[in-house]
């Protein structure tokens, strides 16, 4: 299948002032062809760095949206799934995904709940366990290490080793996902990504320094460049290699921008993409 021919649906939020989630992963998504439909789980007034913002739940119509598609009998080749705002979200979101991938749909995971050690702020603790809902009908799923202890019920902690990673990555394909990339891994010696590709059975370790600065949507970039390279044929290890290294490219570039909370001006980067 051509990347035009792959319908893709994005399942996330989206911000009116910054490149985070939707306004991210479209654009570069679109650059490389796919052929794009999206499912808003919030309207964000600005990314949620900002110390005003405000959140439209959107839990309702997701659920009509749904129905209808239905109705009008809407296919898609791949769901990629984000932040996801509600439980009641959800429970329709993670029902949805499971009906999916019994068609064969291939669906991404980015279960956007944690960072450095802490649920996010507004993120209930029984999120987690219904996040676990898609994670086992996930073919790729992405958590952060935070976000892959709190699945996992793992003690967070820094400096960890290569067993303890596998076991870690072991857990959450217990849970039923088949391929795994856990990202910001605070192992022994520097920072890490590590993954499991089941499709040639094998983990990786992909170790990296660190740019002391930070970007809100950084997480949607790196997610857009696994999807887009997994689904035009790359391995799961080759596809974090170039997602990393576009990411690290791209915040070097930033680095010094004055307002870091509007995240990157993802457009100007495209070329990177190729």
């Not at 669906?107 to 956007?112: G, R």
């Not at 950084?218 to 290294?245: C, Q, R």
Request: charged share 25%; proline share 3%; with cysteine.
């Amino acid at each position: 299948m051509s990347t035009q021919d792959t319908k893709v649906l994005l399942i996330n939020d989206i911000a009116g002032y910054g490149k985070v989630a939707l306004s991210a992963m479209l654009p570069i998504l679109s650059y490389k062809g796919f052929n794009l439909y999206n499912l808003p789980t919030a309207i964000v007034s600005n990314t949620l760095n900002y110390e005003k913002f405000r959140i439209e739940d959107t839990t309702e119509y997701i659920e009509e949206t749904l129905k209808i598609w239905k109705e009008l009998n809407f296919s898609f080749d791949v769901i990629s799934t984000g932040f996801i705002f509600t439980k009641k979200q959800m429970e329709i979101i993670s029902k949805f995904c499971e009906e999916q991938s019994k068609k064969g749909v291939f669906i991404f995971n980015d279960p956007i709940m944690a960072d450095n050690g802490e649920l996010y702020s507004g993120i209930s603790p029984d999120t987690v366990d219904y996040m676990k809902n898609i994670i086992s009908v996930s073919d790729v799923t992405m958590p952060n290490y935070t976000e892959s202890c709190l699945l996992t019920k793992t003690k967070y902690k820094e400096g960890i080793s290569t067993e303890e990673i596998n076991s870690i990555i072991n857990k959450i394909r217990e849970l039923g996902a088949k391929s795994v990339i856990i990202t910001s891994i605070p192992s022994v010696e520097t920072k890490m990504v590590a993954g499991f590709d089941s499709k040639i059975n094998e983990y990786f370790y992909l170790p990296y320094e660190e740019i002391p600065t930070y970007f809100p949507g950084t997480g949607d970039i790196f997610s857009s460049v696994i999807i887009s390279e997994t689904l035009e044929g790359k391995s799961l290890k080759v596809a974090t290699e170039k997602a990393m290294k576009i990411v690290k490219e791209i915040v070097f570039q930033n680095k010094d921008q004055e307002d870091k909370k509007k995240g990157i001006h993802i457009e100007k980067y495209l070329n990177l993409f190729d």
